[in-house]
T-cell receptor
Framework: KQEVTQIPAALSVPEGENLVLNCSFT??????LQWFRQDPGKGLTSLLL?????REQTSGRLNASLDKSSGRSTLYIAASQPGDSATYLC?????????????FGGGTRVLVKP | DGGITQSPKYLFRKEGQNVTLSCEQN?????MYWYRQDPGQGLRLIYY???????QKGDIAEGYSVSREKKESFPLTVTSAQKNPTAFYLC???????????FGSGTRLTVV
């Protein structure tokens, strides 16, 4: 059974510092990995999707890497801003299994201090 | 704009009452999902549907029911058999594997 872990559970950084968020998983098989952002009381906003055959994706200040051999993904957010404060979730989808279901990590709650 | 619409945003349920949460998407996605989010427990899959008129139980289906009569709609009913229904419910959809998920804005259900 796939298990997804995000450490640390919470992170506080001063504005301008780069953020490094970690996601580890137990079964690398044939998975897509998706990073989401969730603001308090809101739904999930997709940030980046890394398909199984890819190693990284970039969008603006965000960069996500995927290392299947070590069972890890890292989300980098450059030059953090107070507006980056949110909970960040990683999730893996087994694209070969019926339903393409997502398995989520517990999330990392980020606070960027002005 | 394409997206997923969940309604209502807030819902209150009395003991012994069934309530239905609405989820509509205009993304032309085949698959739809319902997740439940509780503090400290992350997101857990309730039900999912890959095509119209077909759906499968997820990890925590007891006390819930769904229907998929139209591609665009996937309503979730929380029945009186669900003993602890207070939670944040999220609906999602996806294209065929490899294209990622899109989530709605959620419904917060509270038992009063």
């Amino acid at each position: 059974k796939q298990e997804v872990t995000q450490i640390p559970a919470a992170l506080s950084v001063p504005e301008g510092e780069n953020l490094v968020l970690n996601c580890s998983f137990t079964d690398s098989a044939i998975y897509n990995l998706q990073w989401f952002r969730q603001d308090p009381g809101k739904g999930l906003t997709s940030l980046l999707l890394i398909q199984s055959s890819q190693r990284e994706q970039t969008s603006g200040r965000l960069n996500a890497s995927l290392d299947k051999s070590s069972g890890r993904s890292t989300l980098y957010i450059a030059a953090s801003q107070p507006g980056d404060s949110a909970t960040y979730l990683c999730a893996l989808a087994d694209i070969k299994a019926a339903g393409n279901k997502l398995t989520f990590g517990g999330g990392t709650r980020v606070l960027v201090k002005p | 704009d394409g997206g997923i619409t969940q309604s209502p945003k807030y819902l209150f349920r009395k003991e012994g009452q069934n309530v239905t949460l609405s989820c509509e998407q205009n993304l032309n996605h085949d698959a739809m999902y319902w997740y439940r989010q509780d503090p400290g427990q992350g997101l857990r899959l309730i039900y999912y549907s890959q095509i119209v008129n077909d759906f499968q139980k997820g990890d925590i289906a007891e006390g819930y029911s769904v229907s998929r009569e139209k591609k665009e709609s996937f309503p979730l009913t929380v029945t009186s058999a669900q003993k602890n229904p207070t939670a944040f419910y999220l609906c999602a959809s996806s294209r065929p594997p490899g294209y990622g998920y899109t989530f709605g804005s959620g419904t917060r259900l509270t038992v009063v």
